[in-house]
C-alpha cells in the first residue's frame, strides 16, 4: 500500500518541490508515496476568503481561525497521523521518522503568520512537530524535511547503494568521515588505513571516528550513547 501525504497550506505550489526530484521523485513517480495538496484558502471566509485574524489579548501577526482550519482538516482527515508543523512542537527525531514511515501516511498542517488557533489542534488531537529550534516563515519547509526523512526509509527506495542501516542516528553516534578519489587531492591525502585492505582495522578506526566526532560535536547524543550501553561485569 502506498504511503499517503496530504499538506494543508496555503502554498500548495511549494509541493513537491524537491521531494519531485532524486530518490523521493522517483519513489513519487514509482507511485510507493504520493501527495495530495488542500488550500487552505479555499475554507476561508467571506468574499476575501480569510483565514487569518489578529490575536485575542493583542500582539504582533495574525492567527489561522480554528473554524477555517477545521473545515480544511474535516476535508481530509482519516486514520492517517495529524501533525502541525510548529517551532513550538516537539522536536523531530529519527525515532519518529521511523514510526511515521511505518505508518499510511501523514496529513501535515502547515502555518503561516504567527501559528494556530490553539483550540484546533487540541480538538482535533494534533501532534505539534518542530524540526530544529530555529523559526522558520512557515511550516512548508519543515513538512518537506520530515517529508523527506520519512520516505527514504519506505520500503523500495532506498536501494542497497544507499543503505539506510550504517549511518548517523540509526546508532546513536554521528558519523565518521568518508573519503573517495583522488587518494591524493591538492596535496590532501586520505588516511593510510583507509587503503590498506585490513577490513577489521578500518571498521575499528571509523568507530573511533565516530566517538570522537559525537564527543566533540553532540556531547548530549554522547551522553545518551554512554547512559545506554550495558554496564561491565
Ligand atoms: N514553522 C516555523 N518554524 C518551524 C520549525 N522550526 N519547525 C517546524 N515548523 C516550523
Redesign the pocket.
Known amino acids: 500500500m502506498s504511503f499517503r501525504a496530504t499538506i494543508l497550506t496555503l502554498f500548495p505550489e511549494m509541493f513537491p518541490g524537491p521531494l519531485g526530484h532524486s530518490l523521493a521523485g522517483r519513489a513519487l513517480r514509482e507511485a510507493i508515496w504520493s501527495l495530495d495538496c488542500v488550500n487552505i484558502r479555499d475554507f476561508g471566509q467571506g468574499r476575501h476568503r480569510a483565514v487569518d485574524d489578529t490575536p485575542f489579548g493583542g500582539g504582533a501577526g495574525m492567527v489561522l481561525r480554528p473554524d477555517v482550519l477545521d473545515a480544511a482538516i474535516a476535508s481530509v482527515t482519516d486514520d492517517r497521523p495529524l501533525i502541525a508543523?510548529?517551532?513550538r512542537?516537539r522536536p523531530l527525531t529519527q525515532a519518529r521518522v521511523k514510526t511515521l514511515a511505518a505508518a499510511p501516511g501523514v496529513i501535515l498542517l502547515?502555518?503561516r503568520y504567527e501559528g494556530f488557533d490553539q483550540r484546533v489542534l487540541d480538538a482535533r488531537n494534533a501532534e505539534e512537530?518542530?524540526?530544529?529550534?530555529?523559526?522558520?516563515?512557515?511550516?512548508e519547509?519543515?513538512a518537506l524535511a520530515l517529508l523527506d526523512a520519512t520516505i527514504r526509509l519506505l520500503p523500495g527506495v532506498m536501494g542497497a547503494a544507499e543503505s539506510a542501516e550504517d549511518e548517523s542516528f540509526s546508532a546513536p553516534l554521528l558519523e565518521y568521515p568518508h573519503y573517495t578519489r583522488p587518494a591524493d587531492w591538492n596535496g590532501h591525502t586520505v588516511p593510510d588505513i583507509l587503503l590498506s585492505g585490513n577490513h577489521e582495522s578500518i571498521a575499528a578506526w571509523r568507530r573511533a571516528g565516530s566517538e570522537t566526532i559525537t564527543k566533540t560535536r553532540r556531547p548530549d547524543l554522547w551522553a545518551h550513547h554512554i547512559a545506554s550501553q550495558p554496564a561491565r561485569p
Do not use: E, K, M, N
Open positions: 508543523l510548529t517551532p512542537g502547515c502555518g512537530i518542530s524540526i530544529g529550534d530555529y523559526v522558520l516563515a512557515g511550516g519547509i519543515a
